[in-house]
């Protein structure tokens, strides 16, 4: 399910598709990408008991927006600035190098 960058960061209530028509998902604040969440009761049914129901799992894709025009590259380039985190900062310690 694609999301936005402010929905996965900030949190938001989504609407998924599902068996039975749209559920609302929520996505809790600092989702990542590939992040699976699961709505209970919204899959399949069981084929051992008719009255009940799967999960279903749905996988979070934060979509990057493309900078377009100079004022959305410049707040992608505040927004830089202010996150100071590196994702990548344990990369090589992790791995022993």
């Known amino acids: 399910?694609?999301?936005?960058?402010?929905?996965?960061?900030?949190?938001?209530?989504?609407?998924?598709?599902?068996?039975?028509?749209?559920?609302?998902?929520?996505?809790?604040?600092?989702?990542?990408?590939?992040?699976?969440?699961?709505?209970?009761?919204?899959?399949?049914?069981?084929?051992?008991?008719?009255?009940r129901r799967g999960d279903l799992y749905v996988e979070l894709q934060v979509v990057v927006p493309k900078p377009v025009d100079e004022r959305v590259r410049n707040l992608l380039k505040e927004l830089s600035k202010l996150d100071t985190e590196d994702p990548r900062r344990d990369l090589f310690t992790r791995a022993g190098s």
């Open 1 to 51: 399910m694609p999301i936005t960058i402010s929905e996965a960061s900030l949190g938001a209530k989504i609407e998924v598709p599902t068996l039975d028509g749209r559920s609302l998902l929520r996505v809790p604040p600092g989702t990542n990408s590939g992040q699976r969440l699961r709505l209970r009761d919204k899959g399949v049914p069981s084929a051992r008991n008719a009255n």
